[in-house]
């Protein structure tokens, strides 16, 4: 669940959830979605009001070149996107895990982040974003100490800022 945007130049690219549920001793059943924005209007054309963590960046955006261009063919993005996501669910867990340990930090961009969490209850989270949990749950430092949530509605309050490696 944590963090689920796929993040480029300031701006949401796209997104990926992944849901899961039993299916046999020792099996589970896996539906992987994964959404990409093929365009969309530049950030600085983006609604005032519209929320730090909401500013949306397109694949014609990414293009080096400063053309209105896609960067892809988009047919070729989706192969590469399903294989990558049939090669990931063909792993052991502990291959996973291994994988994710030695990754996870250096792509994760809601790392650092000022953010609030919307829990299920109504209640409202502000804190800062401090990784995942081996466990998978959100790491937040808020002003009672560092909690973990395994649930609820995340917003970046401070923006979204990537990092060289994240951005090109």
Excluded at 60 to 81: E, Y
Excluded at 89 to 106: E, I, V
Excluded at 118 to 140: E, H, K, M, Y
Excluded at 143 to 161: L, N, P, T
């Amino acid at each position: 669940k944590w963090p689920n945007d796929l993040v480029a130049k300031g701006g949401k690219l796209g997104g990926i959830l992944v849901e899961t549920m039993p299916n046999g001793p020792d099996r589970w059943l896996v539906v992987v979605g994964v959404g990409v924005n093929q365009s969309s209007p530049a950030l600085a054309e983006q609604p005032p009001e519209q929320l730090p963590d909401r500013a949306m960046i397109g694949l014609n955006q990414l293009d080096q070149s400063g053309q209105d261009t896609t960067l892809c063919d988009r047919d070729a993005l989706i192969g590469q996107l399903a294989s990558a996501a049939l090669d990931t669910l063909a792993q052991t867990p502990a291959q996973l895990t291994d994988r994710l340990s030695n990754r996870w930090s250096a792509l994760d961009a809601l790392a650092g982040q000022t953010i609030t969490l919307a829990q299920p209850s109504g209640a409202v989270i502000s804190g800062t974003a401090q990784g995942i949990a081996a466990d998978g749950g959100l790491r937040v430092v808020t002003s009672s100490g560092e909690q973990i949530f395994y649930s609820g509605e995340c917003r970046v309050m401070s923006g979204w800022q990537t990092t060289e490696a994240l951005s090109t």
